[in-house]
């Protein structure tokens, strides 16, 4: 693993919030691509479609669908007389997301476009479900998305949202003071809540959701999966970017992990929190 540079600091410097203004934009697509087809994050992915739950027939809504990982599962789902709409903000991830989707079964039922999470350009009650994966921790006001994803969802159906969430990262290290350091660091300069998983349940409430149910799924890796080890080389390029560390320190903490993967001691799990609502009829 190598600390790569980075470019400027600033605080709540999150990509994600707009990726078309970032200057390496392919590196998202990858990065997506490559989370989704980690097969731990596929199956914790499934179980949340499950508790949702997405249904044979089902008009759904994904809200920052990115490159479209869970819209092709949703396609699956709703089966040939169901519906899938993605939204992303971003058309570098739309542009992605309609050639990865193309070559799907029930294509034809998939529908992307571009559009901002806090203002759906739909009517009220017109989903059976909506769902954000992975979105509201990106965002600066989740309960204008969640509020949006409500209004648009019919009385009776379900607002579903799932985030990782930071505080749970445990991870073997030999410098458990500098991961944590490192950890702390990078993530209240980029999100504006790095707790956002454990959150979910409460917005939901706020929104006027009723019946509010909670899932909380693990991800873990021993082997320092491709997902994981990009997690660990941005953390450690932003403790640079940010001043939190220097390079030389950067790269020691990488290479503290990778010591740990040649000696079959590696150990990363994450907490996923899936939380569920329903619209009052
Ligand atoms: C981490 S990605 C998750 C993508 C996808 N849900 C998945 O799990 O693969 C977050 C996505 O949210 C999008 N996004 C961020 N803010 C948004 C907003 N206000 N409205 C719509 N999409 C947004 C980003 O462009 C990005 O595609």
């Known amino acids: 693993m190598r600390v790569a ?7 709540h410097a999150d990509p994600y919030r707009d990726v078309d203004a970032q200057p390496d934009g392919a590196r998202f697509i990858e ?3 490559t989370r989704g087809g980690t097969p731990t994050q596929a199956i914790l992915r499934r179980r949340f479609l499950r508790f949702v739950p997405v249904r044979s027939g089902d008009r759904v809504l994904e809200v920052g669908c990115g490159t479209g990982v869970v ?4 396609a699956g789902l709703v089966g040939a007389r169901g519906r899938v709409v993605g939204v992303d903000r971003s058309r570098l991830l739309l542009r992605a997301a309609r050639r990865l989707c193309r070559a799907r079964p029930r294509a034809g039922r998939i529908t992307l476009r571009v559009a901002d999470g806090a203002r759906l350009p739909w009517r009220a009650g017109r989903f059976d479900a909506t769902l954000a994966i992975t979105v509201l921790l990106h965002v600066s006001d989740p309960m204008a998305v969640v509020a949006e994803m409500a209004r648009v969802t019919r009385p009776g159906g379900r607002v579903g949202v799932q985030d990782q969430d930071f505080g749970t990262v445990a991870v073997e290290h030999p410098d458990p003071e500098l ?5 702390t660091g990078v993530e209240n300069r980029i999100y504006e809540n790095r707790f956002s998983g454990r959150r979910l349940p409460g917005l ?3 929104a006027g959701l009723g019946g509010v149910r909670l899932r909380t799924d693990v991800y873990q890796d021993t082997r320092l999966e491709p997902y994981t080890k990009s997690f660990l080389e941005r953390r450690a390029e932003n403790a640079v970017r940010f001043g939190i560390v220097d390079g030389r320190t950067a790269q020691r903490w990488l290479d503290g992990f990778t010591a740990l993967v040649a000696a ?3 150990v990363l799990t994450m907490n ?3 939380a569920v609502g329903v619209k009052p009829a």
């Open 31 to 33: 990065a997506l691509e």
């Open 272 to 274: 996923y929190y899936g």
């Open 264 to 266: 079959g001691s590696f």
């Open 204 to 206: 939901l409430r706020a």
């Open 71 to 74: 819209v092709r599962d949703l």
């Open 179 to 183: 991961t944590a350091r490192i950890f």
């Open 5 to 11: 540079r980075g470019r400027g600091a600033r605080r």
